[in-house]
């Protein structure tokens, strides 16, 4: 069970995100009582779901964003190539990939036990995340989309 102070931690750090977002403008719907924010960004080609949650009990505020799109079953195996290969250049966060249903989300994470983390940093993980979704989402969908082998997506992603 989250102590009372853990979870005024976590609903300072949801607030301050709240800040941030407001102080740039960004249009959300926020659910203070599961400290989550929902918005969207709009990428170079496709739109970027952002879901932000602050977590008083792992004491964790994380930035996700799944792909608009699940990867058909039959370009998996291909997916798993291009996730990994994407994965292994990221200095933060990473591409968390479900084989089982085909979907994808961007996820980047930070703890706040003992932290104020401040409202820069809280815009850096959102900012991170568009840019790093906006990078890849498109290569993605080619790849899901396309014939390409196991060998030509590990050297497309590259």
Request: charged share 25%; net charge negative.
């Given at each position: 069970?989250?102590?009372?102070?853990?979870?005024?931690?976590?609903?300072?750090t949801f607030k301050t995100m709240c800040k941030a977002l407001d102080a740039d403008d960004w249009h959300y719907e926020k659910n203070e009582d599961e400290l989550k924010i929902i918005c969207t960004a709009q990428g170079e080609d496709l739109p970027i779901p952002i879901v932000i949650r602050v977590n008083p009990d792992k004491a964790l505020v994380s930035v996700y964003s799944y792909l608009p799109f699940a990867i058909p079953?039959?370009?998996r195996r291909e997916m798993a190539v291009a996730i990994a290969r994407a994965n292994n250049g990221l200095t933060d966060g990473s591409f968390d990939y479900n084989y089982s249903d085909g979907?994808?989300?961007?996820r980047v994470t930070t703890s706040i036990f003992d932290s104020i983390i401040s409202a820069n940093a809280l815009k850096y993980m959102v900012l991170c995340a568009c840019h790093t979704v906006d990078n890849y989402n498109d290569k993605f969908l080619m790849v899901a989309k396309s014939e390409m082998t196991c060998d030509e997506v590990a050297k497309f992603i590259e």
């Amino acid at each position: 069970m989250t102590d009372d102070k853990m979870f005024k931690q976590a609903h300072d750090t949801f607030k301050t995100m709240c800040k941030a977002l407001d102080a740039d403008d960004w249009h959300y719907e926020k659910n203070e009582d599961e400290l989550k924010i929902i918005c969207t960004a709009q990428g170079e080609d496709l739109p970027i779901p952002i879901v932000i949650r602050v977590n008083p009990d792992k004491a964790l505020v994380s930035v996700y964003s799944y792909l608009p799109f699940a990867i058909p079953e039959d370009r998996r195996r291909e997916m798993a190539v291009a996730i990994a290969r994407a994965n292994n250049g990221l200095t933060d966060g990473s591409f968390d990939y479900n084989y089982s249903d085909g979907t994808v989300l961007f996820r980047v994470t930070t703890s706040i036990f003992d932290s104020i983390i401040s409202a820069n940093a809280l815009k850096y993980m959102v900012l991170c995340a568009c840019h790093t979704v906006d990078n890849y989402n498109d290569k993605f969908l080619m790849v899901a989309k396309s014939e390409m082998t196991c060998d030509e997506v590990a050297k497309f992603i590259e």
